[in-house]
């Protein structure tokens, strides 16, 4: 099938030579905003005490999956690893929920994190996995380009999902064109990289 592939995105890695653009304080206070409505208070917290000291760490297309407060409360997070735990906890590009669910089961997609790959367990709407963690909450962020979802527990990784980068990417590859919420087509960003089908697993 056409999108049974592997998914690697060219901001996976960030250099020095291809700089991220900065996230855009504007669309950072809409989502804020729309967060709040929603009840994300504790992701909001975090949120703002990285963007005080370490916004460029963050770029301008970002998709966060945010636990709920309940989930956050019973994680361990210091200030010495929030930058660890905000960037493995959002998707270098703006992914709508409809976008999200053109990936089969299967594929993965790196976290904002280096090396920190996230898998998807898509058995549709109601029971869509990243890692551990279901999708409970889509569209939380409506009033800026940035995309925010919210899920059913912090995200876990394993030393399976901790994936290096080869040192050369193929150009890049266009994604088709995805039906977004409203209804109009979606093209996800050029910048998402090289895409491959992986061997089916024999029957």
């Known amino acids: 099938m056409g999108f049974w592939f592997f998914i690697i995105l060219a901001l996976f890695t960030l ?44 770029g301008r297309d970002v998709t966060f999956l945010m636990p709920s407060d309940q989930e956050l409360s019973g994680s361990t997070i210091t200030q010495e690893n929030l930058q660890d735990f905000l960037l493995s906890h959002s998707i270098p590009t703006a992914l709508l929920f409809n976008n999200l669910l053109h990936f089969p089961t ?3 997609v790196p976290s904002s994190l280096p090396n920190r790959m996230i898998s998807v367990a898509n058995h549709g709407r109601t029971s869509f996995f990243l ?6 909450n889509p569209e939380v962020c409506l009033s800026s380009l940035i995309r925010c979802h919210g899920i059913s ?4 990784f394993n030393k399976n999902m901790n994936v290096s980068l080869p040192a050369a990417l193929p150009a890049p590859l266009r994604i088709p064109a995805l039906r977004g919420s409203s209804g ?3 093209q996800a960003k050029s910048s998402i990289g090289h895409m491959r089908t992986p061997t089916p697993t024999p029957q």
Do not use: C, W
């Open 15 to 58: 250099t020095e030579s291809q700089p991220t653009a900065p996230l855009n304080q504007t669309d950072l206070q809409a989502a804020i905003a729309d967060m709040r409505t929603k009840s994300y208070h504790g992701f909001v917290i975090l949120l703002k005490m990285l963007n005080s000291t370490h916004n460029s760490l963050l």
């Open 106 to 108: 299967g594929t993965l």
């Open 131 to 136: 890692n551990n963690a279901r999708l409970v």
């Open 153 to 156: 527990a912090t995200i876990t």
């Open 184 to 186: 109009h087509n979606k």
